[in-house]
């Protein structure tokens, strides 16, 4: 039998890291002449351009001979990465889209090479319980005055693909206890809410109007009364478009009233808790019986890392299931750990080891600083755009969003400038409606960002603008 060539060299095992030295030093090189070429948070030139770049480099997808594994990353990451967009620069600011920090990054490298699959505890024995550790701690965050002991509710978290599949989770966990609930939520809830309850065959959500884009309270209850139950709240914590918090303590007193369970979507917002600054703007969290929160948001993570929490780890046990060859009664009699009901899915990556290597090297203090930073960036970029006579602000931040828009614009200039930005490759923005008028939305993550950033970030609009 042939030995497979030098390109077919294994990442793990003892000889692992020798085969990735030499080719992860060819991937750094690229990312860096990919960045560098580009000179910019963006590919000039549009789609057409890019995808023309893009065919060029990749040439046959799927040659008869291949280059060899150093001629195959050195040209395709050059030009992913030059084609990027690229969170890590100052002026990428479109979207819930992060630059991940060197550490995570590294720790990913790791669990990419170890390949351990989180769904039965022989492929995954430290992995395991390195998340059992983390979601434990990370539940304990979002409901710090749960007991957790005999008898008594007891904290628990999954480990997610991001706020998507943690709403279906509490889409189908609720269905499971009640049959058909109906889906209470805002106007603002994120569109998985609403896919979530057509994939789970239940009724189309019930929208429930409120000021801007927060779930009103009072709307809420009149909204529970003429409903037939049972219900489901879905509130949120950081909109997608403006980043606004529903009032959690509110809602939580009008379900609690009504009987209802409430999820929370804080996949944005829910990172302030790690803050001492801001997890105020987060009070009432606690009271909801299970939360989705995204760490590849504003926790600095390569996607993907979310968590789904709940009050209770009872809530689970609809997830249990058995695979023989997975999770044998008698294996798991033994004291061996059942992984399949951790996870909607089979086969997945050790996603917490970039977390767990992050909160150990940042520890509270240095996490807190980053989300604390970010927001302080968003609120000093409102203050800047308000100072400014020809641009209009929508209103001051509550996360790190901020919409904002040339005075006396048509929706079709500020949608137009947007688009002159991104071909010129010199800022992306994002766009969102709010009061029946479009915006510019700048989503700010970046902690590295500068004063001096924030004011080029201005004068670039301004410029795509002037008559």
Same mark, same amino acid.
């Given at each position: 039998m042939a030995?497979?060539?030098?390109?077919?060299?294994?990442?793990?095992?003892?000889?692992?890291?020798?085969?990735?030295?030499? *080719?992860?030093?060819?991937?750094l090189a690229a990312l860096h002449e990919g960045a560098v070429t580009r000179d910019g948070p963006f590919p000039a030139g549009g789609p057409q351009k890019v995808g023309s770049e893009v065919r060029h480099a990749l040439g046959d997808p799927f040659p008869q001979r291949g280059t060899g594994a150093e001629e195959a990353l050195r040209s395709l990451v050059r030009v992913t990465a030059h084609g990027a967009a690229d969170p890590a620069h100052p002026l990428c600011t479109a979207h819930l889209h992060t630059s991940p920090l060197a550490v995570a990054v590294a720790a990913d490298l790791a669990a990419s090479a170890l390949n351990p699959s989180m769904d039965s505890w022989d492929q995954a024995p430290a992995a395991?319980?390195?998340?059992?550790?983390?979601?434990?701690?990370?539940?304990?965050?979002? /409901?710090?005055?749960?007991?957790?002991?005999?008898?008594?509710?007891?904290?628990?978290?999954?480990?997610?693909?991001?706020?998507?599949?943690?709403? &279906?989770?509490?889409?189908?966990?609720? #269905?499971? %206890? +009640?049959?058909?609930?109906?889906?209470?939520?805002?106007?603002?809830?994120? +569109?998985?809410?609403? %896919?979530?309850?057509?994939?789970?065959?239940?009724?189309?959500?019930?929208a429930v109007p409120g000021p801007g884009d927060v779930l009103d309270p009072a709307a809420l209850d009149g909204?529970?009364?003429?409903?037939?139950?049972? &219900?489901?709240? @879905?509130?949120?914590?950081?909109?997608?478009?403006?980043?606004?918090?529903?009032?959690?303590?509110?809602?939580?007193?009008?379900?609690?009233? &009504?009987?209802?369970?409430? &999820?929370?979507?804080?996949? /944005?917002g829910g990172p302030l808790l790690f803050?001492? %600054?801001? $997890?105020?703007?987060?009070?009432?969290l606690d $009271?909801?019986?299970?939360?989705?929160?995204?760490?590849?948001?504003?926790?600095?993570?390569?996607?993907?890392?979310?968590? =789904?929490?709940?009050?209770?780890?009872?809530?689970?046990?609809?997830?249990?299931?058995?695979?023989? /060859?997975?999770?044998?009664?008698?294996?798991?009699?033994?004291? =061996?750990?059942?992984? *399949?009901? #951790?996870?909607? $899915?089979?086969? #997945?990556?050790?996603? @917490?080891?970039? @977390?767990?290597?992050?909160?150990?090297?940042?520890?509270?203090?240095?996490?807190a600083a980053l989300v604390d930073r970010t927001v302080d960036l968003a609120e000093q970029f409102a203050r800047l755009v308000a100072g400014r006579p020809g641009l209009e602000l929508w209103e001051p931040p509550t996360l790190t969003t901020v919409l904002f828009r040339p005075a006396g614009a048509t929706d079709e200039e500020v949608a137009a400038a947007r688009r002159t930005l991104l071909v010129a490759g010199a800022a992306v923005l994002g766009r969102a409606r709010a009061d029946g008028r479009l915006w510019l939305k700048a989503t700010l993550l970046n902690p590295r960002t500068t004063t001096s950033d924030l004011n080029d970030l201005i004068a670039l609009v301004e410029g795509s603008t002037r008559r």
């Open positions: 030995v497979p060539s030098s390109n077919a060299a294994a990442a793990g095992g003892a000889e692992g890291p020798g085969a990735l030295r030499p *080719l992860v030093d060819v991937v395991a319980e390195l998340e059992a550790a983390i979601t434990a701690a990370l539940a304990a965050e979002v /409901y710090p005055g749960v007991p957790g002991v005999q008898g008594a509710p007891h904290p628990d978290a999954l480990v997610t693909t991001g706020g998507t599949e943690s709403n &279906h989770l509490g889409l189908l966990l609720a #269905r499971e %206890r +009640h049959g058909a609930v109906q889906v209470v939520c805002g106007a603002a809830a994120h +569109h998985s809410v609403r %896919r979530a309850a057509w994939l789970l065959g239940l009724p189309e959500p019930v909204a529970l009364t003429d409903v037939p139950p049972p &219900h489901l709240v @879905v509130a949120t914590a950081g909109t997608t478009d403006t980043g606004r918090i529903d009032p959690l303590p509110q809602i939580a007193d009008v379900c609690a009233r &009504h009987g209802t369970e409430l &999820h929370v979507d804080a996949a /944005y803050s001492p %600054r801001h $997890r105020t703007r987060l009070t009432g $009271r909801a019986d299970s939360v989705a929160i995204d760490l590849h948001k504003l926790g600095w993570q390569p996607v993907a890392a979310g968590l =789904f929490a709940v009050r209770d780890r009872a809530r689970l046990a609809p997830l249990a299931t058995t695979a023989d /060859y997975l999770n044998a009664d008698d294996d798991t009699a033994a004291g =061996f750990p059942d992984l *399949l009901g #951790r996870s909607l $899915r089979t086969t #997945r990556r050790p996603d @917490v080891l970039k @977390v767990a290597v992050t909160l150990r090297a940042l520890g509270r203090t240095g996490l």
